[in-house]
């Protein structure tokens, strides 16, 4: 009788976790196309329609991100429809991931706990947001999640020889899904070498030792290229960056304020306006994560050392890279610690003795990231870059000898990819990090449009308010505005010499 209520118990337990996946499918598959291909999408994308030998060889020097997402991708690029086609794989992703974190957190914690942390997993609006792009930060926490269920199968099941062949190899791939996952690597050491005795330390030396071995081909491939100036260089790290983050973990990039309102000099005004409900819904958060640490000290203490390091680990060395490095601090190089500390809220809310208080904290999670998700979906504040709108009214009024101003080197990719206009007409133009002077912005200018009648402007994520007003002074200058147009987070100006319209005008 027992063995059948228990056979019944897990069909349940089984129909409930997949309708859980089919909820989570839906959310990720939902609008995977509406928004246009962001810069950091189409330069992975213009990568993967390059020949294979140039996927090996440029994805480090044009990304900083190793070849192993791009020729995945690649089969995929001359499909229809490509926001959705190659934006897919970053789905399947999610969706394993979904799997193999319900099989961490069973276990770690008990099977309610797991199911919990399951649903959080399931409508986190930080992690739809990278189930709907085309990069390779899915595939990361995917690898990550897979090493760390290999990990534990291998400590707590016994260490056949295929786990410890995958484990290897998912542990050496986590590293060349992208260059963060060196951070990650130490933290499984670390996770091995508190989960086994000392007797046992040196064979995960050397079980390491191999890994270290399949990473010298990438170390060898980083170290050797050029140091370039970052996308993001004129960013300098803020404390205000890491409750930043972890309001992002738990609502995801879409309440509060926009990610282009935050780079922006108005960027606090922004964030003050929000306030009143990001300190309430973070303080509560952040309290049930230190509730569920010291439960875990006293009752767990080795899973307690895990997830701490699991949190702390990635983000130390992101916090560490802005400091030493020319790469700003981003969330997005956080996002390793996220199963950990989503898997900490499931432990808090489990371990609350009242159920009427769990459901109430389910709720508010799934609420906020409700009303994120509705504004990710349908609110074009929290868009991206609209670069094939407005990609596709260039390419509609603009001939190809026109040449194109573009706000940095990396915006001009959008006319590029959308337009498919020349290159040699496309100039990026960003001056140095803290250049504002009018003489210089005016010189820059000057030289690039030379003696040319008429030349497009499009600006698009540059976040300096002065070199962006010194720009539109030196144009509105000595053109005049003949064509307007503002797309979601870009601005596209076809600028004429104004005798040029006044003739122009005459004859129409």
Same mark, same amino acid.
């Given at each position: 009788?027992?063995?059948?209520?228990?056979?019944?118990?897990?069909? #349940?337990?089984?129909?409930?976790?997949?309708?859980?996946?089919? =909820?989570?499918?839906? *959310?990720?598959?939902?609008?995977?196309?509406?928004?246009?291909?962001?810069?950091?999408?189409?330069?992975?994308?213009?990568?993967?329609?390059?020949?294979?030998?140039?996927?090996?060889?440029?994805?480090?020097?044009?990304?900083?991100?190793?070849?192993?997402?791009?020729?995945?991708?690649?089969?995929?690029?001359?499909?229809?429809?490509?926001?959705?086609?190659?934006?897919? $794989?970053?789905?399947?992703?999610?969706?394993?991931?979904?799997?193999?974190?319900?099989?961490?957190?069973?276990?770690?914690?008990?099977?309610?706990?797991?199911?919990?942390?399951?649903?959080?997993?399931?409508?986190?609006?930080?992690?739809?947001? +990278?189930?709907?792009?085309?990069? $390779? +930060?899915?595939?990361?926490?995917?690898?990550?999640?897979?090493?760390?269920?290999?990990?534990? &199968?291998?400590?707590?099941?016994?260490?056949?020889?295929?786990?410890?062949?995958?484990?290897? =190899?998912?542990?050496?791939?986590?590293?060349?899904?992208?260059?963060?996952?060196?951070?990650?690597?130490?933290? /499984?050491?670390?996770?091995?070498?508190? @989960?086994?005795?000392?007797?046992?330390?040196?064979?995960?030396?050397?079980?390491?030792?191999?890994?270290?071995?399949?990473?010298?081909?990438?170390?060898?491939?980083?170290?050797? *290229?050029?140091?370039?100036?970052?996308?993001?260089?004129?960013?300098?790290?803020?404390?205000?960056?890491?409750?930043?983050?972890?309001?992002?973990?738990?609502?995801?990039?879409?309440?509060?304020?926009?990610?282009?309102?935050?780079?922006?000099?108005?960027?606090?005004?922004?964030? #003050?306006?929000?306030?009143?409900?990001?300190?309430?819904?973070?303080?509560?958060?952040?309290? /049930?994560?230190?509730?569920?640490?010291?439960? *875990?000290?006293?009752?767990?203490?080795?899973?307690?050392?895990?997830?701490?390091?699991?949190?702390?680990?990635?983000?130390?060395?992101?916090?560490?890279?802005?400091?030493?490095?020319?790469?700003?601090?981003?969330?997005?190089?956080?996002?390793?610690?996220?199963?950990?500390?989503?898997?900490?809220?499931?432990?808090?809310?489990?371990?609350?003795?009242?159920?009427?208080?769990?459901?109430?904290?389910?709720?508010?999670?799934?609420?906020?990231?409700?009303?994120?998700?509705?504004?990710?979906?349908?609110?074009?504040?929290?868009?991206?870059?609209?670069?094939?709108?407005?990609?596709?009214?260039?390419?509609?009024?603009?001939?190809?000898?026109? /040449?194109?101003?573009?706000?940095?080197? +990396?915006?001009? #990719?959008? *006319?590029? @990819?959308?337009?498919?206009?020349?290159?040699?007409?496309?100039?990026? +133009?960003? $001056?140095? %990090?803290?250049?504002?002077?009018?003489?210089?912005?005016?010189?820059?200018?000057?030289?690039?449009?030379?003696?040319?009648?008429?030349?497009?402007?499009?600006?698009?994520?540059?976040?300096?308010?002065?070199?962006?007003?010194?720009?539109? &002074?030196?144009?509105?200058?000595?053109?005049?505005?003949? =064509?307007?147009?503002?797309?979601?987070?870009?601005?596209?100006?076809?600028?004429?010499?104004? &005798?040029?319209?006044? %003739?122009?005008?005459?004859?129409?």
């Amino acid at each position: 009788m027992h063995s059948i209520q228990q056979a019944i118990t897990n069909n #349940k337990s089984r129909v409930i976790l997949a309708a859980t996946g089919l =909820i989570a499918l839906f *959310l990720r598959l939902f609008n995977l196309d509406s928004q246009s291909f962001w810069h950091d999408e189409i330069l992975s994308l213009m990568l993967a329609e390059s020949s294979w030998s140039q996927v090996f060889s440029d994805s480090y020097l044009v990304t900083n991100v190793s070849p192993f997402f791009y020729l995945l991708i690649k089969p995929l690029v001359n499909f229809h429809n490509p926001e959705f086609v190659t934006r897919l $794989p970053s789905t399947l992703f999610a969706l394993l991931s979904f799997y193999f974190f319900n099989k961490i957190a069973q276990k770690l914690t008990s099977e309610s706990t797991a199911f919990t942390g399951t649903l959080l997993f399931s409508f986190s609006a930080f992690h739809i947001w +990278y189930s709907q792009e085309m990069r $390779p +930060y899915n595939m990361l926490i995917f690898l990550s999640l897979l090493a760390v269920y290999l990990l534990l &199968k291998i400590l707590f099941n016994g260490r056949k020889k295929n786990r410890l062949i995958g484990f290897i =190899i998912t542990t050496a791939a986590i590293f060349y899904c992208h260059t963060l996952g060196i951070a990650f690597i130490g933290f /499984l050491f670390f996770a091995a070498l508190i @989960y086994s005795p000392r007797d046992e330390w040196l064979q995960w030396c050397a079980v390491f030792g191999v890994v270290a071995l399949l990473l010298i081909p990438g170390l060898w491939e980083i170290l050797s *290229l050029p140091k370039f100036r970052s996308a993001d260089s004129y960013r300098s790290f803020q404390i205000m960056s890491l409750p930043y983050s972890f309001w992002v973990f738990l609502a995801g990039y879409s309440l509060g304020p926009s990610v282009s309102e935050l780079h922006t000099s108005a960027g606090l005004m922004h964030l #003050k306006s929000s306030l009143y409900f990001i300190v309430p819904i973070g303080l509560l958060f952040g309290s /049930l994560t230190l509730y569920a640490l010291n439960s *875990l000290r006293k009752t767990r203490f080795k899973h307690f050392l895990l997830l701490t390091a699991w949190a702390m680990i990635p983000g130390s060395f992101a916090f560490l890279g802005s400091i030493f490095s020319n790469q700003p601090f981003n969330t997005r190089y956080i996002l390793l610690a996220f199963p950990a500390v989503i898997l900490l809220w499931a432990t808090g809310i489990s371990l609350i003795p009242h159920s009427t208080w769990r459901f109430v904290l389910l709720a508010l999670f799934i609420t906020v990231n409700g009303f994120s998700l509705n504004n990710h979906y349908f609110n074009p504040r929290y868009a991206k870059e609209d670069n094939r709108g407005a990609g596709t009214f260039f390419l509609q009024h603009a001939s190809k000898d026109d /040449l194109a101003v573009c706000s940095a080197f +990396y915006a001009k #990719k959008g *006319l590029a @990819y959308y337009a498919r206009h020349p290159e040699k007409n496309l100039i990026g +133009y960003r $001056p140095d %990090k803290h250049e504002s002077r009018e003489e210089v912005i005016f010189a820059d200018l000057q030289k690039i449009i030379g003696r040319r009648q008429s030349f497009w402007l499009y600006l698009s994520r540059n976040f300096n308010a002065k070199q962006v007003a010194e720009i539109r &002074k030196y144009c509105d200058t000595h053109f005049i505005r003949a =064509i307007d147009k503002h797309f979601s987070g870009v601005e596209l100006t076809y600028y004429k010499k104004p &005798k040029l319209i006044t %003739k122009n005008l005459r004859i129409e």
